[in-house]
């Protein structure tokens, strides 16, 4: 089976743009979690969508948002940039995230945002 | 809140050697789960080893193994015969039931010295 892939890789943009990201989780995986690594904040969860339905949100701002699709894609938006925002976007994938009982989540490469 | 403390920040290790990775964490949950992850330097998290709470026997993944001290709520990871490519970031892990969200320390970065 293919892994989680995540485009696009690397993105440059400036302060107050936009940006999209996108993850296609692993084929028959239903459960797709964000999250951002930065150095100084490290690991942090961002949200987690299932069936197309947000369930579990991080402590981030409403400029942080999601969706996912009826194949189980999800894209995150970040709107208005701030240079805090520069970081690693990791997104993962799990079957049923846990619904039925313990589940593993599998990461993308990542995509690297930096902002000018 | 869940918190989970990795106090190494960095460790070293010879070719071959063991090592161990700490790692405690807090939680007033009585039933989750511990992974922990590897991240090399293409950034790529990959799952080392994971262990069920209400699991007393410790998961072993060939080379890997951990030390699960739940009342002490403690989650160790030993390396046995370290090779060069367990240089990496290694990042303790927890997430409670329900829940589908990973709780991550700080990590600890390994160098397997030749």
């Known amino acids: 089976k293919a892994g989680v892939t995540q485009t696009p890789r690397y993105l440059i943009k400036t302060r107050g743009q936009q940006v999209t990201l996108s993850c296609s989780p692993i084929?028959?995986?239903?459960?797709v979690s964000w999250y951002q690594q930065t150095p100084g904040q490290g690991l942090q969860f961002l949200f987690e969508y299932f069936s197309e339905t947000q369930r579990n949100k991080g402590n981030f701002p409403g400029r942080f948002s999601g969706r996912q699709f009826s194949n189980s894609r999800s894209e995150m938006n970040v709107s208005t940039l701030e240079l805090g925002d520069s970081a690693l976007y990791l997104c993962?994938?799990?079957?049923?995230?846990?619904?039925?009982?313990?589940?593993?989540?599998?990461f993308g490469p990542g995509t690297r945002l930096l902002v000018l | 809140a869940q918190t989970v403390t990795q106090s190494q920040p960095e460790m070293s290790v010879q070719e071959a050697e063991t090592v161990t990775l700490s790692c405690t964490y807090d939680?007033?949950?009585?039933?989750?789960?511990l992974f922990w992850y590897k991240q090399p330097p293409s950034r790529q998290m990959i799952l080392v080893i994971r262990?069920?709470?209400?699991?007393?026997q410790n998961a072993t993944e060939n080379r890997f193994s951990v030390n699960f001290q739940k009342a002490a709520k403690s989650f160790s990871l030993k390396i046995s015969d370290s090779q060069l490519g367990d240089t990496a970031m290694y990042f303790c892990a927890f997430m409670t039931t329900g829940a589908n969200n990973l709780f991550f320390g700080t990590g600890t970065r390994l160098t397997v010295i030749p």
């Open positions: 993962a994938s799990s079957l049923v995230g846990g619904l039925a009982g313990f589940e593993t989540q599998y």
């Open positions: 939680t007033s949950e009585s039933n989750y789960y």
């Open positions: 262990q069920e709470a209400y699991k007393q």
């Open positions: 084929s028959g995986h239903r459960s």
